[in-house]
């Protein structure tokens, strides 16, 4: 970060720039949302400029600057987009101490101006250092469509109400009221045109009758891994969480996504590493909800799919906690897709079956005369230990050597890989593959083409 943000407070100071055309009026209409005095240098300034200055919005003087015209000034643009005059300038207002900006010249400014999104006095500032001008408009573009133009105004009537918000207790309740009034009741008041402040006392007294929230466990799918694979629901929750308790196959970036302030526990369990037991992980569920907190419980892919799901749901009740359920794409749906697959096909299977690897008791028994039948497709969970048994089984029942088998290793991540086989070489492949990642074995797939990066050993494979 070489150039540090920061918001500078422009009420009332010297802010000069030289120059009368295009780039000159771009900056002088940001400029005239400040509080700044503006002076502007120009001996042809554009019509536009000249009817700012009739209407005393800035000062115009019609001649080049000269040595001594910036002095006292804060900020100055060379804004005549002309290099030799522009050099000149910007030597003349750093001799006399103002910070300088030479319009599109990164190399010769010591201050840039960021695109910015403004919904005064809420003002977003984007800056890519010179080097992605097309991606701070696209961000830019996003955050226009996605931040309500009465953001605003509602951020308006909230500041001059903060003192009397403080009636409600600080924590969770002065949040609910403030995320009420931003994105739900005060939206919704000023589109029925009523009044703000109106608006805002009687939602206050609203929240001041209410008992706080009682906390609440969401039991939520953070899907395969990929951010983008999570659900709206599971990132309101997210956003709202007071105590993030997750499993270890949550990818760090999908944490991130929680509040600043939340409390995030780590709670082991997924395959063979390091457990939690369930019983502390419900104690905890249980204590943080009893204590008033909004928690989520962060589970890889659906939360229904191989996650102890009803186990915690069952502790949650017998404690009367209120909860729910936030569904999550599993890794079956994200593997088979990284294959340019379907998981069920017309004509190939009616039928799909996730399985586990193994259960409680080892290797899981499953119904294998089904799974062996020609084009039975299923989808193994913590299946990689169990690939030899797995193996023995089907072709015990029947099935064709020739099946073709792919394990997709962290499906949806940048780092996916699959290892294409058949059901003769599973176990070989999977034992010389030696994928350390969580991986899905998916059953009578092979892909369709290479959605992500075959293992190199298994290239032939792929072709
Ligand atoms: N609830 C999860 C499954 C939890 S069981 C879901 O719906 O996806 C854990 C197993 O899920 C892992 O052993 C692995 O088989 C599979 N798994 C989870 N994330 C995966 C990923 N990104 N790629 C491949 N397999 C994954």
Redesign the pocket.
């Known amino acids: 970060m070489q150039h540090f943000p920061v918001f500078l407070d422009l009420a009332g100071q010297r802010v000069v720039l030289s120059g009368g055309g295009d780039a000159a009026l771009a900056k002088l209409r940001l400029l005239m949302k400040t509080g700044a005095a503006l002076e502007v240098y120009s001996p042809d300034p554009a019509p536009e400029i000249a009817g700012w200055a009739a209407e005393g919005r800035l000062s115009l003087h019609r001649r080049r600057l000269a040595p001594g015209d910036v002095s006292g000034a804060r900020l100055f643009y060379a804004a005549d987009e002309d290099d030799a005059e522009d050099a000149r300038s910007a030597a003349c207002a750093r001799a006399e101490g103002a910070l300088v900006n030479v319009v599109d010249n990164l190399a010769a400014s010591q201050f840039i101006t960021p695109a910015i999104v403004d919904r005064d006095p809420v003002t977003v500032a984007i800056c890519t250092e010179g080097a992605a001008p097309v991606l701070a408009r696209a961000i830019k573009a996003d955050l226009e469509a996605k931040l309500s133009p009465v953001l605003g105004h509602l951020a308006r009537i909230g500041k001059a109400f903060r003192d009397r918000a403080e009636r409600l207790a600080p924590g969770r309740p002065r949040r609910d009221f403030w995320s009420d009034w931003y994105f739900r009741a005060g939206p919704c008041a000023l589109a029925a045109g009523a009044d703000g402040e109106t608006a805002l006392t009687a939602l206050l007294d609203t929240h001041l009758g209410h008992a706080t929230r009682p906390g609440h466990v969401a039991l939520v799918?953070a899907g395969?891994?990929d951010p983008d694979l999570l659900t709206l629901k599971a990132r309101k929750a997210l956003h709202e969480a007071d105590v993030v308790i997750h499993d270890r196959?949550v990818a760090p970036e999908i944490l991130e996504l929680a509040r600043r302030e939340a409390r995030i526990v780590a709670a082991g369990k997924?395959?063979f590493g390091p457990a939690w037991a369930q019983e502390d992980i419900n104690a905890l569920m249980v204590a943080e909800a009893r204590a008033g907190a909004q928690v989520v419980r962060l589970?890889?892919?659906?939360?229904g799919?191989?996650?102890r799901l009803d186990d915690e749901a069952e502790a949650l009740d017998a404690a009367g906690i209120g909860w729910s359920i936030v569904p999550?794409i599993?890794?079956?749906s994200?593997?088979v897709a990284g294959l340019g697959q379907s998981l069920t096909r017309r004509g190939r299977n009616a039928d799909l079956r996730l399985l586990t690897g193994h259960d409680v008791k080892g290797f899981a028994e499953q119904d294998w005369r089904a799974l062996a039948r020609p084009g039975a497709v299923a989808a193994v969970?913590?299946?990689k230990r169990a690939a030899r048994f797995l193996q023995g089984r089907l072709l015990m029942h029947g099935a064709d050597p020739a099946t073709p088998v792919t394990v997709?290793?962290?499906?949806?991540?940048p780092e996916a890989r699959n290892l294409a086989t058949t059901l003769a070489a599973l176990p070989a492949d999977l034992a010389a593959a030696a994928l350390d990642?969580?991986?899905?074995i998916l059953l009578g797939l092979a892909p369709r083409r290479a959605g992500t990066p075959a293992l190199p050993a298994r290239e032939e494979a792929l072709s």
């Open positions: 799918g395969p891994g196959l997924e395959g589970k890889s892919g659906d939360p799919i191989f996650g999550g599993t890794a079956a994200a593997a969970y913590m299946g997709v290793e962290n499906a949806s991540r990642g969580p991986a899905v």
